[in-house]
């Protein structure tokens, strides 16, 4: 990627040879645009009670798609929580009231290794959540 005004001075020159170093063999705009097939198995659940859903660990830095449907007379709360690598606690990513906002279907990205995901239904008075999370 060659820069013509660096080449005027010493100083440029030796931060065109750096940019050439930096960038050989790769193009500095592509950008990926899709992902081969994950390999990783599906998190899905029907949720129908107070309780969790397994767990689901995402590819570190690879998008992930979260589904959640709710039935027509669907009456509770559920969320979306992660743990962190050695942390025993689940913590809230999107709570209901955040959930209800939200398309059914949309993408996260995680960029910590290990973190795992689960779905909580946290109350439950009618009806039945199906979620899914997959890579």
């Given at each position: 990627m060659a820069i013509p005004y660096l080449?005027?001075?010493s100083a440029g020159r030796?931060?065109?040879a750096l940019i050439d170093w930096?960038?050989?063999?790769?193009?500095?705009?592509?950008?990926?645009?899709?992902?081969?097939?994950s390999g990783l198995a599906p998190l899905t659940a029907t949720l129908n009670a107070v309780a969790q859903s397994n767990p689901f660990t995402p590819a570190t830095g690879r998008p992930f798609n979260v589904t959640h449907r709710r039935?027509?007379?669907?009456?509770?709360?559920?969320?979306?929580?992660r743990k962190f690598t050695g942390d025993v606690?689940?913590?809230?990513v999107?709570?209901?009231?955040?959930?209800v906002d939200l398309p059914e279907t949309f993408a996260l990205?995680?960029?910590e290794a290990g973190v795992?995901?689960?779905w909580n239904m946290t109350a439950r008075t009618a009806g039945s959540v199906a979620v899914r999370i997959s890579a």
């Open positions: 080449q005027t001075t030796r931060l065109q930096l960038t050989a063999g790769t193009d500095p705009i592509a950008v990926r645009t899709s992902f081969a097939a039935s027509n007379d669907f009456v509770g709360s559920y969320q979306l929580e606690n689940w913590y809230i999107l709570g209901y009231t955040d959930l990205t995680e960029t795992t995901y689960r």
